[in-house]
Nanobody, 121 residues
Framework: QVQLVESGGGLVQPGGSLRLSCAAS????????MGWYRQGPGKQRELVAT???????NYADSVKGRFTISRDNGKNTVYLQMNSLEPEDTAVYYC???????????????WGRGTQVTVSS
């Protein structure tokens, strides 16, 4: 009933910037927390940043000061602005959200399919 679709990934040189977007669609009544996670080659999936419906944010130590998470509640979209990218940021980036359907009273957790970010010269 709900889909999360990421976009904005790609190849960028070290020191460069990218902006990821994740749009939620379907029978959505409301969205609580949204976030970005990533999984690098040979690594486990890890939290990058989260944002509440009230726009309180949380970041992994490795991205603090470089990445900024934001959301547009009217568009059911979350963004991740990534600056000063490093080769260690290379990963598949996944969107995550807690969504309440229009026909339900509980929140369900959803994942997007991911978007590849490669930082290389």
């Amino acid at each position: 009933q709900v889909q999360l679709v990421e976009s904005g990934g790609g190849l960028v040189q070290p020191g460069g910037s990218l902006r990821l977007s994740c749009a939620a669609s379907g029978s959505i009544f409301s969205i609580k927390g949204m976030g970005w996670y990533r999984q690098g080659p040979g690594k486990q999936r890890e939290l990058v940043a989260t944002i509440t419906s009230g726009s309180s944010t949380n970041y992994a130590d490795s991205v603090k000061g470089r990445f900024t998470i934001s959301r547009d509640n009217g568009k059911n979209t979350v963004y991740l602005q990534m600056n000063s990218l490093e080769p260690e940021d290379t990963a598949v980036y996944y969107c995550n959200a807690d969504v309440r359907w229009t026909s339900d009273y509980v929140f369900h957790n959803y994942w997007g399919r991911g978007t590849q970010v490669t930082v290389s010269s």
